[in-house]
């Protein structure tokens, strides 16, 4: 079985940074893709970042040059930098893996505000 667990949520002021992280248990976390989705009140969940096995990654046009997905194998984890935050960054964020990125974490509350 597959867990996902995020970490470091918070608040945080416009400008400010902030890094989270997602450790995943299981097998075979190194052939896997994994992925930081976000979620806002009475907004669809939306792709945030995909980083592949092999390293490659692609962002949503809101985020691109602001946050920095990356992972480290060897600790099964993922990680999501996030600098110059703006308020519409505000939302529950769920990091995404495992086989066919099936599995979701319980997801962690970032808010911007000042």
């Known amino acids: 079985q597959v867990q996902l667990v995020e970490s470091g949520g918070g608040l945080v002021q416009p400008g400010g940074s902030l890094k989270l992280s997602c450790a995943a248990s299981?097998?075979?976390?190194?052939?896997?893709?994994m992925g930081w989705y976000r979620q806002a009140p009475g907004k669809q969940r939306e792709l945030v970042a995909v980083?592949?096995?092999?390293?490659?990654?692609n962002y949503a046009d809101s985020v691109k040059g602001r946050f920095t997905i990356s992972r480290d194998n060897a600790a099964n984890a993922v990680y999501l930098q996030m600098n110059s935050l703006k308020p519409e960054d505000t939302a529950v964020y769920y990091c995404?893996?495992?086989?066919?990125?099936?599995?979701w974490g319980q997801g962690t509350q970032v808010t911007v505000s000042s």
């Open positions: 995404r893996g495992g086989p066919f990125l099936r599995y």
């Open positions: 980083i592949t096995s092999g390293g490659t990654t």
């Open positions: 299981g097998s075979n976390f190194e052939i896997n893709a």
